[in-house]
T-cell receptor
Framework: DADVTQTPRNRITKTGKRIMLECSQT?????MYWYRQDPGLGLRLIYY???????NKGEISDGYSVSRQAQAKFSLSLESAIPNQTALYFC?????????????FGDGTRLSIL | RKEVEQDPGPFNVPEGATVAFNCTYS??????FFWYRQDCRKEPKLLMS???SGNEDGRFTAQLNRASQYISLLIRDSKLSDSATYLC???????????FGTGTRLTIIP
């Protein structure tokens, strides 16, 4: 079983719809992240959370919201989806012990907004 | 200027050859660096951390040059399975935000 699981893996939806992407992890990490990846732009951070009561905006948080329901779960919502939110979305986790800890990624969610 | 810059490639290299790519970073406060590999339509996976003294993991060698603000990745005796996009990643001290390069695409040719 994957340590970081994202659902759904693929989603096609229409402009204006509300969408939630889920992420759960079994690594026991306290830090979780949401990124989007677009061709030619690399990965960009949307939101991150250091623990259940901590939520922080990343560089491109507009149009998105998150919820850290438990240490193991971090969901990303698009309240009213628009076509330029079409992208590949990744959830990641990391351990809090020191700045040298790498991040571990889920399999990704491919989201298309028509 | 992007915080982390990489040559996007593609690098097309014959099997068995040695290939190297560099990545430059603009934030001198960056403390930690990593190389990730990403296969087409898959998630990034950690290849190796980069230490100040340089480090090696099998056929892979990573170097950090703080004076010139670049990191490098050397792959020796390249295999077909090395074909992927390699992402250069940096992080500042006490800053949980990772900054990703856009990646260098490598194709190993039989």
């Amino acid at each position: 079983d994957a340590d970081v699981t994202q659902t759904p893996r693929n989603r096609i939806t229409k402009t204006g719809k509300r969408i939630m992407l889920e992420c759960s992890q079994t690594k026991g990490h306290d830090r979780m992240y949401w990124y989007r990846q677009d061709p030619g732009l690399g990965l960009r951070l949307i939101y991150y959370s250091f623990d259940v009561k901590d939520i922080n905006k990343g560089e491109i948080s507009d149009g998105y919201s998150v919820s850290r329901q438990a240490q193991a779960k971090f969901s990303l919502s698009l309240e009213s989806a628009i076509p330029n939110q079409t992208a590949l979305y990744f959830c990641a986790t990391s351990d809090s012990t020191g700045s040298s800890q790498p991040q571990h990624f889920g399999d990704g969610t491919r989201l298309s907004i028509l | 200027r992007k915080e982390v810059e990489q040559d996007p490639g593609p690098f097309n290299v014959p099997e068995g050859a040695t290939v190297a790519f560099n990545c430059t970073y603009s934030n001198s406060a960056s403390q930690s660096f990593f190389w990730y590999r990403q296969d087409c339509r898959k998630e990034p996976k950690l290849l190796m951390s980069v230490y100040s003294s340089g480090n090696e993991d099998g056929r892979f060698t990573a170097q950090l040059n703080r004076a010139s603000q670049y990191i490098s990745l050397l792959i020796r005796d390249s295999k077909l399975s090395d074909s992927a996009t390699y992402l250069c990643v940096g992080r500042g001290f006490g800053n949980e935000k990772l900054t990703f390069g856009t990646g260098t695409r490598l194709t190993i040719i039989p």
